[in-house]
């Protein structure tokens, strides 16, 4: 009964093994998927061990036909031999492992109910018949499958298990193709990340844990070996885990997560033929090996655009055909016991590598290819935007919420809708930010729609090129005289009767060309009744997306040209308003602009730059994702200019959300008239803190904060490095890691809060940036770094704050090549100008 009872436990942690890959694949896969990962592992283990019991361990273990086939214990009865009952679930156990090694590759893209049909075909077919040509007899230690007889030794299924899965994720993975976004055409493949690194290392552990029955059961007896096989299973496990981490630690400049978790399975199945039979020495070469080999494998199937979410046929077919040749290069003779000489038990081994790989591939390939061509296995591209979850089990999620309301707002432009909260959730508080951003942005156009609505100028939007009006305010109607409806549809050339404006036959848009490349202008219009007088006219153009269109202000100016030579010193105040009406229009279109791309509501406007004498300022910014985590800001206030940089942790919509609470209180402290730098971070500090614990978040910010004043910078906050370029190009470095403290990251840090003063000179230039300069990489993984970055300032001083940012940014992508940006860029050149007088 001890071996009985040895059995029964093996199988409750090989069964451990199923949720172990439900937590890999879910973290290792994106959260939109993470449901119907987890189901199809509870799926297929449901239908192998079904499968199993009704007739695959009858094809396996059953009576054999000429070693190929067995043909009885269909729907086996094991009531009346205990032995035969722990058998038979110690067998089923390693048929559901096989099964879902498949469920990790095809992750993410296949229909749910195709992934059962091939779950049922390698659990009701592929495995059982090759398990019968290794592994029937072995319950009765005699060799009766043709593999067996030949002298093939696979102890615990490197090949029968793991190589089968692999092979057939393969074959599925030919069929049903890569995730799209995964490989672009003519760029570098692009990564997915999973959505939970910690769970899919959960689940490693758990796998570790399941293996020590997998390995250990399959003496199918308590004895003597199973302490030196259990220990060897370990051991392997580890080198696999230390070699793979070397080796990404060497290509990469750091241990990706992924290699350390994937070396560390390749090490266990390496060393899954062999446990019993090899040393302690040879168990660890084994399995650092098997680490390597996987490791080399995901690159190669990267470079064959092969889309293997989790890399389970680097870790399992890989691992498998190694562990597999391991048994002839390292087992002992005497404890292999097949009479066969190294150089034969290599032959034989690579003979049962190559029989799985032909059984398993050929007949996954050949009949998934003839379903897929009447019945498609793969998700639509629709479904596979919004996930599996969802289209597939109609699971929704908060964040899927939040993105259906995004998405309706970007169709519609209806700034009303809000997104649902749900109290005490990450989500929900991201959510609840988001309402409140959405409230400020619904306020600003609608005050943007009063003020175009009660504005004494004709203001008229049309297309473009055709020119045709879409939009014109009241005062249009009381300057041309046209009804709103008649504005609409009209070639906005009959308002205008300039002679040059007047298009070409061969060049419809060259007049309004023209208008554009003037600005301002002073030309003709024409009223309903063909009246003429004269306008003044600002035309611009506006990008919304892939859309472009016109904007055009006209004045009528009649009443100032009939009073122009009498009116001088009037015509000068007449002047000024225009200025300030102008600078008020770019304003207004940047509001509109803003409210159609958030993303970019935090970078102070060009008008706003222009307004500051003393300094030439030109800033950059691209974040990583869509969303970034970057600041700067610019805000001049009665004689002085408060600069702002900040660079949040991560980057993605909660730090975009918090990049927003930043800049609302650095504004709003400064309105204010907070100008003690240690009051103003403080007071900041506090507010941030408490958000962030809100939000339940672990974000938090460095933040640089520049007071100018007259030729005088006073510097406060933790950021990177500011440089200063002086006069003939000499670089000063000013560390920044004593004048502050991380933002949100502690409650109170006004103990930590110093200022530092720089005076500038004229032609002196400061440089703030952002940590993703420095270390943005190349392909090689060569990071940009410090002192490149001085270099490029250095041989460029002369220039204008415009031309020294786009030398830095041209020799940054210079670098960087094709490579992916993982961090958010920012960059703001500030140049005292030449003409500064104190």
């Given at each position: ?361 050929s007949i996954t390939y050949l009949l998934l290819f003839i379903t897929n061509r009447f019945f498609p ?418 041989q460029n001083w002369q220039q204008s704050a415009v031309e020294i940012r786009q030398a830095v940014i ?29």
């Amino acid at each position: 009964m001890i071996d009985i009872l040895w059995l029964l436990v093996c199988s409750g942690l090989v069964f451990l093994m199923q949720p172990g890959f439900m937590c890999l694949e879910s973290g290792l896969t994106r959260s939109k998927n993470s449901i119907n990962v987890a189901i199809k592992n509870l799926a297929d283990l449901g239908i192998s061990i079904a499968l199993f019991w009704a007739f695959g361990y009858a094809f396996m273990f059953g009576t054999s036909v000429l070693g190929w086939i067995g043909s009885t214990h269909f729907f086996v009865h094991v009531e009346a031999t205990p032995r035969l009952a722990a058998f038979f679930l110690f067998q089923a156990m390693f048929c559901s492992t096989a099964t879902t090694i498949v469920s990790g590759a095809v992750a993410e893209r296949m229909k749910f109910r195709a992934y059962l049909i091939l779950a049922g075909l390698v659990s009701g077919l592929i495995y059982p018949l090759f398990g019968h040509w290794a592994w029937n007899g072995i319950d009765l230690d005699v060799s009766v499958g043709w593999l067996e007889r030949l002298g093939f030794v696979d102890f615990a299924g490197s090949t029968v298990v793991h190589s089968l899965g692999g092979w057939v994720s393969l074959a599925s993975l030919m069929i049903i193709g890569s995730r799209t976004g995964r490989f672009p055409n003519h760029q570098p493949p692009r990564k997915i990340h999973g959505s939970n690194l910690p769970l899919s290392v959960l689940g490693a552990m758990l796998l570790w844990i399941g293996w020590l029955g997998f390995n250990g059961g399959s003496t199918l007896s308590l004895n003597e070996q199973v302490p030196s096989i259990i220990v060897h299973t370990v051991l392997a496990g580890i080198a696999g885990m230390m070699a793979a981490g070397m080796v990404s630690w060497y290509r990469c400049q750091l241990p990706e997560v992924e290699s350390l978790i994937n070396g560390s399975l390749a090490g266990l199945v390496s060393i899954t033929a062999s446990c019993h039979v090899v040393t302690s020495p040879a168990s660890v070469i084994i399995g650092a090996i098997g680490g390597i080999i996987a490791t080399l494998m995901s690159n190669g199937l990267e470079r064959w655009r092969i889309d293997d979410a989790v890399d389970a046929i680097p870790v399992h077919l890989g691992g498998g055909i190694w562990g597999t040749l391991a048994v002839a290069l390292f087992g002992q003779p005497e404890l292999v016991d097949t009479g066969l000489s190294p150089v034969l038990q290599l032959g034989v081994q690579g003979i049962g590598i190559l029989s799985c790989g032909i059984w398993a591939f050929s007949i996954t390939y050949l009949l998934l290819f003839i379903t897929n061509r009447f019945f498609p296995m793969r998700v639509s591209v629709e479904a596979e935007q919004i996930g599996l979850n969802v289209s597939e089990h109609r699971a929704k999620t908060e964040i899927y919420d939040l993105f259906q309301v995004m998405e309706a707002q970007a169709q519609t432009q209806d700034l009303s809708l809000r997104v649902p909260v749900e109290p005490f959730t990450q989500v929900g508080q991201i959510a609840q930010r988001y309402n409140q951003v959405m409230d400020a942005l619904e306020e600003a156009l609608t005050r943007t729609d009063a003020i175009v609505k009660t504005a004494m100028d004709a203001i008229i939007t049309f297309t473009k090129p055709q020119l045709k009006i879409v939009t014109a305010n009241p005062s249009a109607k009381e300057i041309f005289g046209y009804s709103i409806n008649e504005f609409i549809g009209m070639d906005i050339h009959q308002l205008l009767v300039l002679d040059w404006s007047i298009p070409a036959a061969d060049d419809p848009d060259r007049g309004m060309e023209r208008l554009l490349k003037v600005g301002r202008h002073e030309i003709v219009g024409c009223r309903v009744d063909g009246f003429r007088f004269p306008l003044e006219a600002t035309v611009v153009e506006t990008k919304s997306g892939q859309d472009c269109f016109y904007t055009g202000t006209f004045r009528d100016i009649s009443e100032r040209k009939q009073a122009q030579a009498d009116l001088f010193r009037a015509n000068q105040e007449i002047t000024k308003l225009n200025e300030r009406l102008k600078a008020e229009n770019l304003r207004l279109s940047a509001e509109l602009d803003v409210t159609r791309r958030l993303q970019q509501m935090l970078l102070p406007k060009e008008a706003e730059l222009n307004q500051i004498t003393d300094l030439e300022i030109s800033g950059f910014m691209e974040p990583a994702t869509e969303v970034g985590g970057d600041y700067y800001d610019i805000l001049p206030y009665r004689d002085r200019v408060q600069i702002s940089i900040g660079d949040v942790t991560g980057h993605g919509l909660e730090s975009g959300v918090l990049s927003l609470m930043v800049q609302t209180a650095v504004r709003t402290l400064l309105e204010s008239n907070q100008t003690d730098p240690k009051q103003f971070l403080d007071i900041l500090n506090r507010t941030i803190y408490q958000n962030v614990q809100r939000m339940n978040s672990d974000k938090n910010l460095t933040l640089a904060l520049l007071d100018y004043q007259k030729g005088i910078l006073n510097l406060s906050g933790q950021h990177e490095e500011i440089i200063v370029v002086r006069t003939g190009g000499h670089i000063e470095r000013i560390d920044t890691i004593d004048l502050g403290f991380p933002i949100g990251l502690d409650a109170d840090i006004a103990d930590f809060v110093a200022h530092l003063q720089v005076p500038l000179n004229p032609g002196d230039t400061v440089v703030l940036y952002t940590d993703g300069i420095p270390e943005a990489e190349n392909p090689k993984g060569i990071q940009y770094g410090i002192e490149r970055l001085c270099r490029i300032l250095s041989q460029n001083w002369q220039q204008s704050a415009v031309e020294i940012r786009q030398a830095v940014i041209d020799d940054l992508r210079q670098h960087i090549e094709a490579q992916q940006l993982y961090d958010d860029i920012t960059l703001l050149v500030i140049k005292q100008r030449k003409n500064f007088e104190v």
